[in-house]
């Protein structure tokens, strides 16, 4: 069964800092692409980044500069580390994982950026 689960979701001040975490169990994790999305209320669901099997990664530009997408496949996670976070980052992150056509999301995490 595939399972990818999302975590490190919170509530954090315009400036601060977050990391999150996805973690697959149930597919080859080296050969995903892995990639974190959001939506925030009453929009459609974007792309933040994405991290290829050989680690080359791309980035929406709202947060080029700001987020980094990593992964460590001894641990089957992808990683968004958030910074300088935005009231405008408040939404709902997921996680996918896309390989060949075969596509697969996690159930999402909520950051919520709020003084």
């Known amino acids: 069964q595939v399972q990818l689960v999302e975590s490190g979701g919170a509530l954090v001040q315009p400036g601060g800092s977050l990391r999150l975490s996805c973690a697959a169990s149930g597919i080859r994790f080296s050969l995903f692409r892995m990639g974190w999305y959001r939506q925030a209320t009453g929009k459609q669901r974007e792309l933040v980044a994405t991290i290829t099997s050989g680690g080359i990664t791309n980035y929406a530009d709202s947060v080029k500069g700001r987020f980094t997408i990593s992964r460590d496949n001894a641990k089957n996670t992808a990683y968004l580390q958030m910074n300088s976070l935005k009231p405008d980052d408040t939404a709902s992150y997921y996680c996918?994982?896309?390989?060949?056509?075969?596509?697969?999301w996690g159930k999402g995490t909520l950051v919520t950026v709020s003084p």
């Open positions: 996918d994982a896309y390989w060949a056509g075969i596509d697969y």
